[in-house]
Nanobody
Framework: QAQLVESGGGLVQAGGSVKLSCAAS????????MGWFRQVPGKEREFVAA????????YYADSVKGRFTISRDNAKNMMYLQMNNLKPEDTATYYC????????????????WGQGTQVTVSS
C-alpha cells in the first residue's frame, strides 16, 4: 500500500490561490489513478478531483471545475492540486488518495489515504 503525505495547506483570502502537494512512497504510484478529496467536520468526505495513472485524463467535481487543476509527476512520485479563485466554501481538510486501478471512474475505490492538510479560506 502506498504511503501518502499531503502538504501546502494554510490560510488564504477568498480569491487567492493555494497549491497542495501529495508525496507518495511505493512502486505502485505511477500505475494507479490518484484523487483529491475534502471533508468538513460533520459532513461526509467529498470528491474533488482525480487523475488517471499517466495524467492523460482528469476529472473534477462541478463545484471546483474551472478553478482547480490536478496534476501528477510520476518521475517524482508527486501529485498536485492547484486551487485558484478560492471561496470560503472551499474550506476543508484535503486528502490525497490512491486508487486501486489505473483509471478513474465514479465507482473507483481508493485504498490508501494521506493524513490530510487543512485549507482555510477567509472571506
Amino acid at each position: 500500500q502506498a504511503q501518502l503525505v499531503e502538504s501546502g495547506g494554510g490560510l488564504v483570502q477568498a480569491g487567492g490561490s493555494v497549491k497542495l502537494s501529495c508525496a507518495a512512497s511505493g512502486r505502485t504510484f505511477s500505475s494507479v489513478a490518484m484523487g483529491w478529496f475534502r471533508q468538513v467536520p460533520g459532513k461526509e468526505r467529498e470528491f474533488v478531483a482525480a487523475i488517471n495513472w499517466n495524467g492523460g485524463s482528469a476529472y473534477y467535481a462541478d463545484s471546483v471545475k474551472g478553478r482547480f487543476t490536478i496534476s501528477r509527476d510520476n518521475a517524482k512520485n508527486m501529485m498536485y492540486l492547484q486551487m485558484n479563485n478560492l471561496k470560503p466554501e472551499d474550506t476543508a481538510t484535503y486528502y490525497c488518495a490512491a486508487s486501486r486501478g489505473r483509471t478513474y471512474s465514479k465507482g473507483s475505490r481508493f485504498g490508501s489515504w494521506g493524513q490530510g492538510t487543512q485549507v482555510t479560506v477567509s472571506s
